[in-house]
């Protein structure tokens, strides 16, 4: 039985595409996470300007859809003026589209400019066809999957919807996230969305955007009981590392580089730190490079970011030279200390139980006696609550949409997540918040809680 549903979540994707109306949470890291800034210009209803994201999902799972509005202009009159629309429908909505040409579609809208005439007039080709989204109000078709209503100036609204496996061999993974200005204002601000899909992309506006930012650092350089190279890095920056940079590859790939003997040894992020130890604020990872020994006295040189993949706090303490070898004596860079605190939250799942109507809640607690900062709330880089169905990844909520109200903010405030998911047989559910480190906890060993429950 398909489960599905709208609910609030948090987390942002790519390109934009411009058609009138008449066109006919430890976090599963392998889910996509796409973060962009995006302008909607004016529109109206009956001809709203319109954004369009195609997704391809590799398997069954969320689509979550976060967009915040940072500016509306002109300035509206009420504070409540919500303008734009969010829509998810899957491919289906389309007449005439092959799953070749789908993909061609999402590689083309992937790299679309939009003063690039002819790409447009491609992309536009494919979406020609698209049906009347709605349907009659009584029986909304099949490939309509829900809207919001949002848009209002500060304020974050988000979407999601549950696609199972039955669904997904209907639809081929195929769906589409439509973003609409059905009024006469420029709507400026930044959308999130993840799903179960192997598309990551980080907008550098976006990460700009971040209201604290990582500050990777070099800071040892020794060598093992074999002569081999040994390289610590750490993070000393207030902000996390986005988890899409252990997916870039390529010319994009964040690199830790060493230079010994006028040769040049490079490794990239995921296998620098598979675990993601880097990524909460003081986590610290050291890297044996097994190919590079050192006999006798030589200048050796690391550094992390070379190619400034990562915005950080400070540019320019990514680097450390060291001479090692034989009889000389390796330099250590001494740890900054964090910042004592004379309190800290403690967050644990305290509870995975059913509501009256037999769908899955989680309940989240913060047992420690501090809350937990609001800049926690913005951008990609928040705590994460990760669900395990029998084992399975089941679906990553960001804390915005975990605790949209904020209850986490203070000591003892308690956040309980409705997944909307109706169970229909025992199952064993487990339940991890914050798994990867970005908080800063009184007590790291109480995140998870797993639990058997059957309908009754």
Same mark, same amino acid.
């Given at each position: 039985m398909q489960q599905k549903g709208l609910l609030m979540a948090a987390i942002m994707v790519f390109v934009l595409l411009c058609i009138p109306t008449g066109s006919a949470w430890a976090v599963d890291n392998d889910d996509a996470i796409i973060q962009k800034v995006f302008t909607l210009y004016q529109g109206d209803k009956g001809d709203p300007y319109t954004l369009m994201y195609p997704l391809e999902l590799t398997g069954p799972g969320e689509i979550r859809v976060y967009a915040r509005v940072d500016r509306l202009d002109p300035k509206p009159k009420s504070s409540n003026f919500q303008p734009l629309r969010l829509i998810i429908v899957d491919s289906r909505a389309f007449k005439d589209i092959k799953p070749g040409e789908w993909q061609q579609w999402c590689n083309k809208v992937n790299?679309?400019?939009?003063?690039?005439?002819?790409?447009?007039?491609?992309?536009?080709?494919?979406?020609?066809?698209?049906?009347?989204?709605?349907?009659?109000?009584?029986?909304?078709?099949?490939?309509?999957?829900?809207?919001?209503?949002?848009?209002?100036?500060?304020?974050?609204?988000?979407?999601?919807?549950?696609?199972?496996?039955?669904?997904?061999?209907?639809?081929?993974?195929?769906?589409?996230?439509?973003?609409?200005?059905?009024?006469?204002?420029?709507?400026?601000?930044?959308?999130?969305?993840?799903?179960?899909?192997?598309?990551?992309?980080?907008?550098?506006?976006?990460?700009?955007?971040?209201?604290?930012?990582?500050?990777?650092?070099?800071?040892?350089?020794?060598?093992?009981?074999?002569?081999?190279?040994?390289?610590?890095?750490? %993070?000393? #920056?207030?902000?996390?590392?986005?988890?899409? =940079?252990?997916?870039?590859? @390529?010319?994009?790939? *964040?690199? /830790?580089?060493?230079?010994?003997?006028?040769?040049?040894?490079?490794?990239?992020?995921?296998?620098?730190?598979?675990?993601?130890?880097?990524?909460?604020?003081?986590g610290t990872v050291s890297y044996v490079f097994d190919k590079v020994t050192i006999a006798k006295a030589t200048q050796v040189s690391a550094t992390i970011d070379a190619g400034d993949k990562v915005i950080e706090e400070n540019e320019q303490n990514n680097s450390l030279t060291s001479t090692l070898g034989a009889g000389v004596q390796p330099v250590k860079i001494q740890p900054m200390k964090p910042l004592a605190l004379a309190a800290k939250p403690d967050l644990a799942v305290t509870s995975i139980r059913l509501d009256s109507q037999r769908k899955v809640l989680i309940e989240v607690k913060n047992t420690g006696i501090a809350g937990l900062a609001p800049s926690l709330? %913005?951008? #990609?880089?928040?705590?994460?609550?990760?669900? =395990?169905?029998?084992?399975? @990844?089941?679906?990553? *909520?960001? /804390?915005?949409?975990?605790?949209?109200?904020?209850?986490?903010?203070?000591?003892?405030?308690?956040?309980?997540?409705?997944?909307?998911?109706?169970?229909?047989?025992?199952?064993?559910?487990?339940?991890?918040?914050d798994s990867t480190g970005v908080v800063d906890e009184s007590n790291e060993n109480n995140n998870t809680l797993v639990s058997n429950i059957a309908p009754q």
């Amino acid at each position: 039985m398909q489960q599905k549903g709208l609910l609030m979540a948090a987390i942002m994707v790519f390109v934009l595409l411009c058609i009138p109306t008449g066109s006919a949470w430890a976090v599963d890291n392998d889910d996509a996470i796409i973060q962009k800034v995006f302008t909607l210009y004016q529109g109206d209803k009956g001809d709203p300007y319109t954004l369009m994201y195609p997704l391809e999902l590799t398997g069954p799972g969320e689509i979550r859809v976060y967009a915040r509005v940072d500016r509306l202009d002109p300035k509206p009159k009420s504070s409540n003026f919500q303008p734009l629309r969010l829509i998810i429908v899957d491919s289906r909505a389309f007449k005439d589209i092959k799953p070749g040409e789908w993909q061609q579609w999402c590689n083309k809208v992937n790299k679309f400019n939009p003063l690039d005439k002819i790409a447009g007039d491609e992309i536009r080709a494919f979406v020609r066809g698209m049906k009347s989204l709605f349907g009659k109000k009584e029986k909304p078709p099949a490939y309509f999957h829900g809207q919001i209503a949002c848009g209002s100036e500060g304020t974050g609204e988000s979407i999601k919807y549950a696609v199972d496996m039955p669904e997904l061999q209907k639809t081929g993974g195929q769906y589409v996230i439509i973003f609409r200005n059905m009024a006469d204002f420029r709507a400026d601000g930044r959308i999130l969305i993840t799903y179960p899909g192997k598309h990551w992309e980080l907008d550098k506006e976006a990460e700009q955007q971040a209201e604290v930012h990582p500050d990777l650092m070099v800071e040892g350089l020794t060598l093992n009981q074999n002569k081999q190279v040994v390289v610590n890095v750490a %993070n000393r #920056g207030k902000g996390a590392v986005n988890y899409v =940079k252990w997916h870039d590859k @390529g010319p994009e790939a *964040v690199t /830790l580089l060493v230079k010994a003997d006028n040769r040049n040894y490079g490794v990239t992020l995921p296998l620098l730190d598979p675990d993601f130890k880097l990524r909460p604020s003081g986590g610290t990872v050291s890297y044996v490079f097994d190919k590079v020994t050192i006999a006798k006295a030589t200048q050796v040189s690391a550094t992390i970011d070379a190619g400034d993949k990562v915005i950080e706090e400070n540019e320019q303490n990514n680097s450390l030279t060291s001479t090692l070898g034989a009889g000389v004596q390796p330099v250590k860079i001494q740890p900054m200390k964090p910042l004592a605190l004379a309190a800290k939250p403690d967050l644990a799942v305290t509870s995975i139980r059913l509501d009256s109507q037999r769908k899955v809640l989680i309940e989240v607690k913060n047992t420690g006696i501090a809350g937990l900062a609001p800049s926690l709330w %913005n951008g #990609g880089n928040q705590p994460y609550l990760n669900l =395990k169905m029998n084992g399975n @990844g089941w679906a990553t *909520v960001s /804390l915005a949409g975990l605790d949209p109200q904020k209850n986490l903010s203070r000591k003892g405030g308690v956040a309980v997540y409705n997944t909307g998911y109706v169970l229909q047989q025992p199952v064993q559910v487990s339940a991890s918040i914050d798994s990867t480190g970005v908080v800063d906890e009184s007590n790291e060993n109480n995140n998870t809680l797993v639990s058997n429950i059957a309908p009754q």
